[in-house]
């Protein structure tokens, strides 16, 4: 195994684009108490199988974690690095009106090395549109706090939001930079269906998040951290040298991961998956031909349990796709029982030679939904 990912749900408020599973909770809710009782269970468990003796990597998210409190959390964190003695990365998701000092110092005395902070914008106005409680003040102020305790620091963002402007773009990118981050993530909104926001907006036009806005912020986004020595090595994630998050590398370069938590994601190989249905419960007995396992726990919410049995191809079909996310894209020779594929997504400009690899162009960048889609449909053997 070689990341874990530990999931939180909840929050002292929802979002209103938020379609995770997430709930938001009273502070004193026993029901903390018991969640977390239930995935200290887990990770005990996963540690005596020797589930988590080669984890590298592992990832509290959420929901908020950073809600659950210090004293929680402190737990939380500290039970998993004694399951997982390798790691060399310990991510804690937080936003800034929970990152009180008090959990700050927990989470660095309990072993974590990174933090990834919800911040989203630093306008006040946009951030009120967003359903966020935290104000741009606010959350500077908690980054920097973050960046002294000399743990890594990243900021998630996002853009093609509702009040946003060019010159409101510029000023969050601007605003964070001035904070001494190492990571900046950069997320274009999503209007999922049934949130109160797509309920908000449904049947009006919404010309701050079309596509081609969404285009135009990242690229200035591209622009301005790459000015600032950021370099853009995955999709939507920036990096000053050596702070790239290798947890999320992880998961596109085809390492098996472990999620404990309702809605939370795995991808094991057999092996892997015959030892995780004694942690947990409800895995079904797998197909004797699949290569890889990949499977959801059933949300808090419903009893919908999916998991599916990946085959050798629809696996290397994965990888392929997942590959193409990160800027370094894959080696050249991975598609050579696919050359008709491989000439058509050259001839479109959506990747590139580079040496020994194909790696995704600009286009391909931006239109990721077609690179990508052409890679998975390698998943099915009349193709290629």
Known sequence: MGALYVHVPFCARKCVYCD?????????????DAYLQRRLQEIQKAKELRLLSSCSTAYVGGGTPSFLGAKRLG????????????LTEFTCEANPDSLTNEVLTVMADSGVTRLSIGVQSLDDAELKALGRIHTAEQAKDRVRAAVETGLDVSVDLMCAIPHQTDASWRRTLDGVLRLGVGHVSVYPLSIEEGTPLEMRYRGKP???NDDDVQAERMEDAERVLAQAGYERYEVASYARPGKQCLHNIAYWTGVPYLGLGPGAASMLGPEQYDLAKQVLSWLP????????MRFCIPRRSTSVQEVEFMSAR??????LMLGMRLTQGIEATRLDCAPKTREDLLAKGLVA????????????????????????????????
Do not use: K
Not at 20 to 32: G, I, K, V
């Open 314 to 319: 629809e696996a290397w079909a994965e990888d």
């Open 206 to 208: 919404t010309p701050w």
């Open 20 to 32: 995770f599973e997430s709930t938001a909770t009273a502070q004193d809710d026993p029901c903390m």
């Open 285 to 292: 007995v797998r197909e004797p031909s699949a290569a890889r």
């Open 75 to 86: 737990t939380l964190a500290s039970n998993i690095r004694v399951a997982c003695p390798g």
């Open 353 to 384: 030679r580079r040496g020994n690899c194909l790696v995704p162009t600009h286009d391909g960048w931006l239109l990721g939904n077609e690179l990508y889609g052409a890679l998975w449909d390698l998943a099915e053997p009349a193709h290629g």
